[in-house]
């Protein structure tokens, strides 16, 4: 299951540019941290972080030691939808749910902020269980 959600996320395609489609570029941004996430590659989610994050956490190991501990259900996950996108501002607000291999479901709030080359990059997120209907 795992290798199959692999290959759907990274079947997103080459890099979209912000101005080009905000939609797509987001939930690109949003794939590839959670794929290095899955693939325990800290080097690569710390790419996508937002400039403000790295300045926060210092390094790619204090980011993924901050994520293991407070936002485990993105390390291992076998279902990821996207939800709503909103933007206010410079900020957009992608929500995403994931479900988790125990069957649980979450739901997170991501905030992205476009940086100067015009590439989104994660500015945070939040997550909380879903409200399952």
């Known amino acids: ?5 692999l290959a759907l996320l ?3 395609g080459s890099l979209v540019q912000a101005e080009d489609a905000p939609e797509a570029a987001i939930q690109q941004v949003i794939t590839g941290q ?9 080097q690569a989610a710390w790419q996508f972080a937002h400039p403000s994050i790295k300045a926060r956490f210092g390094s790619p190991v204090n980011f993924m030691q901050m994520v293991s501990a407070g936002y485990s259900p993105m ?7 996207f939800r709503t996108l909103e ?3 410079e900020v957009w607000l992608q929500t995403v749910q994931l ?3 125990r069957g649980q479901r979450f739901d997170l709030l991501y905030a ?3 940086v100067e080359d015009g ?3 994660i500015a945070g997120v939040s997550l909380s269980p879903a409200d399952d209907i």
């Open 87 to 89: 933007q206010e501002d």
């Open 112 to 114: 992205l902020m476009p």
């Open 75 to 81: 390390l291992n996950f076998v279902d990821l939808q």
């Open 1 to 5: 299951m795992r290798a199959i959600l």
């Open 10 to 12: 990274l079947s997103a």
């Open 99 to 101: 479900r988790d291999t």
């Open 34 to 42: 959670l794929t290095a996430f899955l693939n325990q590659d800290a």
């Open 119 to 121: 590439a989104f990059r």
